[in-house]
C-alpha cells in the first residue's frame, strides 16, 4: 500500500450498524482515502474493521488506534493478515499502548513501559506463524514521544499522532524521515462562531486532558500548565481544533502537510454538539474540492 494524502478519523463507539454502513460508504463517496476509528471499551477493532471493509469497495480502512493490550501480538498479526488478505490490501492495522486506566483498570493488565513494552510486541508480531501472507505489511504506531517515533520508523510502515499540532508534526517527520508514513490527525469544527467552536473544543477534548499520555506531549509542545487546567485554555483550544470557514480549516491542514505530514485524517466534530458525523465538513474539504 501506498498511503494517500486524506482521511476521516472518527468515533465510532456511539454508532449502531446502519450509522456505520453509512459513514463508511459516504466516507468513500466523497473520495476521502481512509477512515479511522477508534478502540476503547466499545465495538472490537478488527471485527469493526471488518465490517467497514465489508461495507465499502475502494476506501482503506485503518484502526485508530487498536489498543497492544486488547488482543496477543500473533492475533494482531493474524487479524492485519486477514482483512489484507480478504479485502485486497486496504486495511492498515494501527497499534497503541493505550492509558493506564484503560489497560489496568477496565482490562485488568499491568501497564508496562510504553517503548519497551510496544518493541517487545512488534517483535512477536514479527516473528509469528502465520500461514496467510497479505500483498503488504500495513501497520503504524501511536506515536507521540521521540522514542515511540524512533521505534515507529525502525519497525513498521509509520506513525499516527492523535491531539498535535504542525509544529509536532515537523518534530515527527525529522525523526521518521522521507520514507515512513506520517498521518496525522486534526479535529475541525466547520462554524465561524468562535464561542461555539470553543465550547466544542472544549467538550471534545476533556477526555484527553485527564489522560497523562496527552499532556505530557502538550507540555513537550511548549503549552503549560494554565494552558492545561480547566476546560483548556483559548490558545490551546484552538491548537486542537480548526475551526472557522473551509477555508480557514484547509489552512490547518495545508500547514500539516508543508510540515512533512504525508497523509492528513480530520476528526469532523459536529456544530450541533452531537455525535453524529459532520457531512456539511466533510462535503466542504473533501479531496476532490480542496
Known amino acids: 500500500m501506498k498511503i494517500r494524502k486524506h482521511g476521516v478519523w472518527f468515533s465510532t463507539n456511539g454508532l449502531a450498524k446502519t450509522k456505520l454502513a453509512e459513514l463508511a460508504q459516504g466516507v468513500e463517496r466523497l473520495n476521502y482515502d481512509v477512515l479511522w476509528y477508534p ?28 489498543n497492544i493490550y486488547a488482543r496477543d501480538a500473533l492475533t494482531a498479526m493474524s487479524g492485519h493478515n486477514t482483512l489484507n488478505c480478504l479485502y485486497n490490501d486496504r486495511f492498515i492495522l494501527g497499534l497503541g499502548v493505550s492509558h493506564i486506566p484503560l489497560v ?28 496467510i501472507t497479505p500483498p503488504a505489511r500495513n501497520i503504524v504506531l501511536a506515536a507521540l514521544g ?17 491531539c498535535v499540532t504542525p509544529e509536532h508534526t515537523a518534530m515527527a517527520k525529522d525523526i521518521l524521515g522521507a520514507d515512513s508514513w506520517l498521518c496525522v490527525e486534526q479535529k475541525i469544527c466547520l462554524t465561524t462562531d468562535s464561542t461555539q467552536a470553543k465550547a466544542i473544543a472544549a467538550e471534545g477534548l476533556a477526555r484527553y486532558l485527564a489522560l497523562p499520555n496527552y499532556r505530557n506531549n502538550w507540555l513537550r509542545l511548549g503549552f503549560t500548565e494554565e494552558d492545561l487546567s480547566g476546560q483548556g485554555s483559548d490558545r490551546f483550544l484552538d491548537a486542537m481544533v ?31 454538539g452531537s455525535a453524529t458525523p459532520d457531512w456539511n465538513a466533510l462535503e466542504a474539504l473533501a479531496p476532490g474540492k480542496r
Open 146 to 162: 521521540p522514542n515511540m517515533l524512533a521505534l515507529s520508523r525502525d519497525q513498521t510502515e509509520g506513525a499516527l499522532p492523535y
Open 39 to 66: 478502540e476503547s471499551l466499545s465495538y472490537e477493532s478488527l471485527s469493526l474493521g471488518g465490517f467497514l471493509l465489508g461495507q465499502t469497495e475502494r476506501l482503506c480502512v485503518g484502526s485508530g488506534i487498536a
Open 242 to 272: 480548526a475551526s472557522g470557514n473551509a477555508d480557514a480549516i484547509q489552512t490547518r491542514l495545508k500547514a500539516h502537510f508543508d510540515a512533512g505530514a504525508s497523509h492528513v485524517c480530520i476528526q469532523p466534530l459536529n456544530p450541533d
Open 104 to 131: 489496568e483498570t477496565q482490562r485488568g493488565h499491568n501497564y508496562g513501559k510504553p517503548v519497551a513494552t510496544m518493541r517487545a510486541y512488534l517483535e512477536a508480531m514479527a516473528s509469528a506463524n502465520i500461514a
